[in-house]
């Protein structure tokens, strides 16, 4: 299987396509505003004790407070009031200069450990969805590609994915020769076969960083205080993805280029050139056929194979997938309704572990498959959906078949779900239902043009249209567009753009900048 990223960078958001094997396998997008806060580590203030749950809300600087539950105190806590104590003294100490205090209780009430107004150092393990805030530690990890490092522990333990017990032992007596005292280490996957240079620079790099929050905790009086902020979704979605099968990662943003480049090179020297900046004149979703796949995964149903399809449903606690034989006939199986149920299922099982990883659906799932009365099949079933989970990153528990034929599967929650819309509003009537004649769209096209070019002065620009009206526009062999040129100079240029429907129009200058959108706002 070979893999490729593709990063479109806008003006307003990132998007991010995993292809394997050509075909999308995961999909995040984010506003350039907002930001991935999971692993930000703040000095932030408790506010509110609730001894009911056992737990607090901690003032993180997010609308709604953060909720801190004793057991994800840790049992280093008091290690950590330790180090802020020190640290309120307005010298940054060392992880050595800071004694170990004893584990906190397992036991214990959080009436009993920790007061409103307390100062406490806190990471974000899950974001803020729906209604809840977001979910806090105090137990601080530091994730690099091969290790995650954890201060105040001494333990070493090594990812349950790698099997060979020699690897096992070999990787933990090399971490326990390098890592420094007070420090915990987890091995993660990647770093099976590793050898210790690798391995001793990332620990380094991991400490550095710690140090680091250490040194921020005193930078200011200010609460709450990030002191440690996470990598950019790009670079942190490479961390955990990025193996040997990357065959290119293509980015359409200098900036965004640079930094991905530049990760790759502590990472992979070796594999630097497969970090490739985009210059083409489609849409770069476009050209790696994106746009499309999106289209096609995302929405209510999803059609996935002989007419078969999926609809998706969210609600506020869990996920409900319906599987539906669409028009198939039960001739099209040799096996008869119970072969053509398990044909169906089955490539349901293989879309349903596809649409986990796309929309990053957590918490329960519930999918109610075609009833099949062979215990083998629903075995069968079973053991297939159990495969197609093993390339998810995120934790999963899936039970075997009701007598139902309902199917639970939990799975890690760390963010709110991928929504994408793919419904189209018209860009015209704006849902009322009446629009001009569509005769008059290039007459309006037109008009806009000879705005820019004449009052203005804008000469160079990309004007977006719908791949149907580029055809249209740019058919013949003078075409409308070559009649425009002509009119009002050569200097821009019409882009079929597969995002758009069918009468909607942008306008780009020649930074990426849009001018105006939708044919609704004046010029800027």
Known sequence: MTSELIVDVSASQMSIALLEDKRLAEYQQEGRAEHFSVGNIYLARVK?????????????????????????LGEHFHSYEKLLEKAARGKAPNLSAVPRQPDLDKEGSIQNTVRPGQEVLVQIVKEPISTKGPRLTCEISMAGRYLVMMPFSNK???????????????????????????????????????????????????????????????????????VYEETTRAVGLLRDLFNPSFSSIYVNDEATCREIRDYVAQIAPDRTEIVKMYKGNLPIFDNFNVTRQIRSAFG????????????????????????????????????????????????????IARQLRLRDM??????????????????????????????????????????????????????????????EQCPTCMGTGKIKSSLLFTDVL?????????????????????????????????????????????????????????????????DGQEIFMHGEREMQ
Not at 197 to 202: F, G, H, V
Not at 374 to 381: A, G, V
Not at 413 to 418: A, I, L
């Open 446 to 510: 037109e008009e806009k043009i000879r705005q820019l070019t004449s009052k203005h002065s804008i000469k160079k620009f990309r004007l977006h249209v719908h791949p149907f009206v580029a055809a249209y526009v740019n058919q013949g062999f003078i075409s409308l567009g070559h009649r425009w040129h002509a009119r009002y100079g050569w200097g821009w240029r019409i882009v079929p753009n597969q995002r758009l429907s069918y009468l909607e129009y942008r306008f780009y200058d020649e």
């Open 362 to 423: 957590g918490g329960i799932v519930i999918v109610d498959f075609i009833d099949m009365d062979e215990p083998e099949h629903r075995q069968m079933l079973y053991e297939r959906m159990c495969q197609n989970m093993q390339q998810d990153r995120a934790k999963h528990n899936i039970l075997p078949l009701s007598k139902f034929g309902l199917m639970q599967i939990t799975r890690q929650r760390v963010r709110p779900p991928q929504e994408v819309t793919v419904e």
């Open 48 to 72: 509110k004790i609730m001894t009911g749950l056992n737990a607090c809300f901690v003032n993180v600087g997010y609308e709604r407070d953060a909720f801190l539950h004793y057991l994800d």
């Open 156 to 226: 070493i333990n090594v990812s349950s994915k790698i099997k060979q017990r020699g690897e096992r032992a070999r990787l933990k007596q090399l971490i326990s020769s390098l890592k420094p005292e007070g420090v915990g280490v987890i091995v993660r996957t990647v770093a099976e076969g590793q050898g210790a240079s690798e391995l001793d620079a990332e620990l380094r790099t991991l400490y550095q960083r710690w140090q680091q929050v250490v040194q921020n905790i005193t930078r200011s009086p200010e609460r709450p205080l990030l």
């Open 300 to 351: 209510r149903s999803v059609t996935y194979k002989h007419g078969a399809y999926l609809v998706i449903e969210h609600t506020e606690a869990m996920h409900v997938i319906d599987v539906n034989s669409g028009n198939r006939s039960v001739g099209e199986n040799e096996g008869g309704q119970e072969g053509n149920a398990l044909e169906v299922n089955l490539g349901a099982a293989d879309e």
